[in-house]
């Protein structure tokens, strides 16, 4: 069976299918050998369109991307024109292959809030190059899938045709549209390439929780590039922007290199940009500039802008291709993430986020799914998880092969979406408000977080 015919399709294909930071992350990870094993988990952090559920959907597409993704020598030469890239570190990614596991929810199972629909085991790089294709194939299609299920339910038995085709969304043209109505840059290095426009982009916060310490992390990135960007809101930003001052002055003195910018992604931008504005003044960083990100559009530019926010640039990225997202309440897409949760052979394997709003559980999952729907418990994926409960995550890749059960026929697919949606209570499927359905954390995960937590602060 020869690899999908991806461009036909209009689904993640090829080595620059990343953003930028990825390949950045990843020459530095090369660097400094960190090739320990890592896990990160895809999950949406909410139920889309004021409902209370998610349905997942794409998996198919996400396991055709990661076993098929390479570079090939015509993204390798695109990557070697940028100038920015060490020459072993290029002919390493023209060995590139996923060599990982990936554990998932089947398509057309019914999921929640915050639980992992996809984890991937692999070695950091490897798991690391995979975020953008998975988070399309997976974020999408559940969006997708989620919205249609409620159109179907409120057509009560009458039949709903797709009419999408002008209407539906695609990377590519994303970034070109945005361009045309004055984007200047783009982080996505298919369409920087194609387009031949500039590409930009900071570093994830993954590559600041894969190294010891934040300072270990911003000491690595300011070694590696001339000029670079970090990023502050992985723990606490007031102590990373005192670190970044301290590692930006110690580059520049013995290489040469700059602060080009720091970004905030999460909590009070306001106060927070006026803060660390003031710090980086006083600590000489006049020219290193500000960039604000997370769930950013018009509304809330215009908010910052007029609050006197000293903010240079934003990322805008999830409410430009979803314009009908109007609040938090009623959101229009699951807010698919993936996140660095375990890696091997550290003193503290266990990863987490304890950023403002967005902070995440580590460790290696499943979920377990209670008879009756009465409930799902994410648990540690080496305990038994309750008595007469079900498994939700199960192999679908091994050792970068795809497992003979992991792709299903496309009938059995939506006859199980069928039987989900027909299944779960009417009171958890309300189109408006939906009665919470119960997800809790077992004793084994929450003592595993606040071990996490704890070991943070420890350097």
Avoid at 6 to 16: A, C, D, I, K, S
């Amino acid at each position: 069976m020869g690899a999908p015919d991806f461009e036909n399709r209009g689904v993640p294909h090829g080595g620059l299918w990343v953003d930028r930071y990825h390949i950045d992350s990843m020459e530095i990870a090369w660097k400094h050998q960190l090739f320990n094993r890592a896990t990160f988990d895809l999950f949406g952090r909410r139920a889309p369109f004021g409902g209370g559920y998610i349905l997942a959907a794409g998996l198919a597409i996400a396991l055709d991307f990661a076993s098929t993704f390479s570079f090939d020598a015509d993204e390798i030469a695109f990557l070697k024109s940028l100038n920015r890239y060490d020459a072993g570190f290029l002919a390493w990614l023209g060995r590139f292959r996923f060599s990982g596991d990936i554990e998932a929810i089947p398509e057309g199972t019914i999921a929640y809030a915050n639980e992992p629909l996809l984890r991937v085991t692999a070695p950091f790089p490897e798991a690391l190059a995979l975020e953008a294709g998975l988070l399309h194939a997976i974020g999408i299609s559940s969006t997708i899938a989620t919205k249609a299920a409620r159109i179907v339910q409120a057509a009560d038995g009458r039949a709903v045709s797709e009419f999408a085709l002008r209407r539906a969304h695609h990377p590519w043209l994303t970034t070109r549209s945005a361009v045309i109505g004055g984007f200047s840059s783009t982080s996505n290095l298919d369409a920087a390439r194609d387009l031949s426009i500039p590409a930009s982009g900071t570093i994830p916060h993954a590559l600041v929780t894969a190294f010891a310490s934040e300072r270990e992390a911003f000491t690595a990135v300011a070694n590696t590039f001339q000029s670079y960007t970090l990023l502050l809101d992985t723990y606490d930003v007031e102590r990373a922007t005192d670190i970044a001052i301290e590692v930006a002055k110690e580059a520049f003195v013995s290489r040469g290199h700059r602060l080009e910018a720091v970004r905030l992604d999460s909590g009070d931008l306001v106060a927070q940009a006026k803060s660390v504005r003031a710090k980086l003044n006083r600590g000489g960083q006049h020219d290193t500039k500000i960039v604000a990100s997370g769930d950013l559009d018009e509304w809330s530019i215009s908010t910052l802008i007029s609050s006197g926010a000293p903010i240079d640039g934003f990322g805008v990225g999830g409410r430009l291709i979803v314009p009908g997202e109007v609040s938090d309440e009623e959101p229009s897409s699951i807010g698919a993430v993936y996140k660095l949760v375990w890696l091997e052979g550290a003193v503290e394997p266990a990863r987490m986020k304890l950023s403002a709003e967005k902070q995440t559980w580590p460790g290696k999952k499943q979920i377990f799914r209670l008879p009756g729907w009465a409930g799902d418990v994410i648990s540690a994926d080496d305990e038994s998880g309750p008595g007469h409960s079900t498994p939700l995550l199960v192999p679908v890749m091994r050792s970068g092969a795809i497992t003979p059960d992991a792709r299903p026929t496309f009938r059995i697919v939506c006859l199980r979406a069928r039987a989900n949606l027909a299944a779960m209570p009417s009171r958890f499927g309300a189109l408006e408000n939906p009665k919470r359905y119960e997800v809790s954390y077992s004793a084994q995960l929450r003592a595993l977080r606040d071990r996490a937590r704890l070991s943070i602060f420890e350097d």
